[in-house]
């Protein structure tokens, strides 16, 4: 008999039997098929295929499907689809298909943006037990699960997988790991202990180091760059190094020969317009004083500095039909010298005249080469649609933050105040934040601005009450403040879902928090701190009744606007204001009294004028220092209205003082 069954066909032919089978295999074409792929791979198909052949299997393949099709739908963005699917799993799994669910779990959890749970369950798995597919996202995982916050075990997930990937992953966890690095104070850097087989760390932050010493100067730092490359030649950064270094290498400064300054100088606008070009005009010609340096040892602090002048340090917020935006640096860097006077020839354009392209295309015929300006928001969102090749140094920031190659954004504004006040209460190991701002727009961009930035430094959820008027502070004055509020909203915060949690194969997954949690869990401890965007007058009244709200060290710290500070304040005043502490940009917290005496006389102590005379001053020091901003990450100009950096987006971020009422003097606040 033979070894294998044939059959003849009318023709006479004879088929294998297995020709046969596969024929009418076929034909039915309904048979369920086991997975094509490990589900331990890359899972590459869509959530509906995956689906439908878990609808067709049997028991031994279904959940190798279901893990697939889980993984699909978060790749799709369908977190919560993702979340029901992964409860359907059979209890009994495989040993690979428990590990797999593990780490499908964690990517779920961090979906649905339940970052503590997936923390807990990445800590639960053996990255060594884990293929090359899985410990990517294992690190991946990792590094999402951080929620930004950089840290030295985000700093090692990002160099654990940088051998795992391949093409533009590869580089951009390249980009990710030195951004993520550059985000470390020097003293941070230098208090990292590593183990001694930590080779690819240790480059890494010796090229940290070379950049935090040269960042000021594009030839040491090329120098510096290179010379690292050939002392760590198999650091992956040296063969592929981080796309704003590389930038570092092809560096060349702008031409500022000939600006054109595009301000409003007609039209209800034209008194600001005029006091920037001021500003511009007097640093171009360096008839802008200097003030004297100042020390900047490690052990100097508030207690060890003497008192400000109440009546040089002068301030209010920056005008509404001219408000700004901007971001706050995160740490102190080295700054450049300012540039005092110059051949530069400037033209002045009318912004209120002509439309913006046709201003645009005219500094272009006249043969500018950057121009500063313009100056109102609405003008400021037309730049990125009008494409021009001139380099433009922007005074205000568009509502969406764009990355645009030949433009950078200057902009001064009380939601730059108010980012920088997160950093510096944050700094201040204050985590409980309560915000009174007034009610209405104004009031809620302020909230919104300063809640972003404290969730970006790892806080929860901020709690908003809103001011009413003068009037109705003074009839609230016998009951006082309640440390309570609303909380303010952030993009990342967590919707909603599933209102009960789900364990499976051993592992909780909980719903994500309601609103209601939200509030709960922020407002469970006492607030420790009130951040207040008020007039004088008005924090006059509101300070007493925060007073009352507490007593001893229960009381919160209370910060404020520069809103809320004038000139001349009297001794009554500055006692009342006891332990409050504020912030405002150097010329006007009387970092340079000659200046300040200078530009207060010009200005008649209109000090929102004196404000803009300040961003006239810095917007000549920026526009010479465009290209750095623009290309060396790090670069920093000290500037009238606070020190200055750029981020990714060259938009231009702000650091500024903060001054506390001690005894009726002011004093400065250590950082």
Partial sequence: MPSSMTFRTRSGRLLPAIIVAMLLASCTGQAPQA???????????????????????????????????????????????????????????TAAQQLEQKLTTAEVQLAIKDFTPAATTLSTIDPTALTNDQKARYYQAQIDASQGRVSLGVIRAYIAQEPLLQGQPHQDNIDRTWMSLTQLSPQDASSIVINADENTLQGWLDLLSVWQSNKQDPDLLKAGIKDWQRRYPVNPAAKNLPTQLNNVLTFQPASTGKIALFLPMSGPAQVYGNAIQQGFNAAMTGQVSQPAPQSTSADQNAQAQPPVDPNAAVSTSAPEATATQAEQPQTPAPVATPVASSNAQVKVYDTNGQPLAALLTQAQQDGATLVVGPLLKDQVNELASDQTPLNVLALNQPETEKNSPNICYFALSPEDEAQDAARHMWSQQKRMPLLLVPRGNFGDRIAQAFANEWQKLGGQTVLKQGLGSAGELRSSIGSGIRLTGTPVMTSNTAAPAQAQGVTIGGITIPAPPTDAQIVQGSSGGAVDSVYVVATQSELTLIKPMLDMSGSGRSRPSVYASSRSYQAGAGPDYRLEMEGVQFSDIPLLAGSNPALMQQASAKFGNDYSLVRLYAMGIDAWSLANHFSQMRTLPGFEVSGSTGDLS??????????????????????????
């Fill in 35 to 93: 997975p094509t792929e490990s589900v331990q791979g890359a899972a590459t198909g869509s959530s509906d295929y995956y689906l439908q052949q878990a609808q067709q299997s049997g028991d031994d393949n279904k959940a190798d499907w279901q893990l697939l099709a889980v993984r699909a739908l978060v790749r799709e963005g369908k977190a919560a689809e993702a979340y029901n699917q992964l409860k359907t799993l059979p209890q009994e799994l």
């Fill in 646 to 671: 750029a981020n990714s987006n060259c938009v231009i971020h702000r650091k500024m003082p903060w001054l506390q009422y001690r005894q009726g003097s002011l004093v400065p606040v250590s950082s």
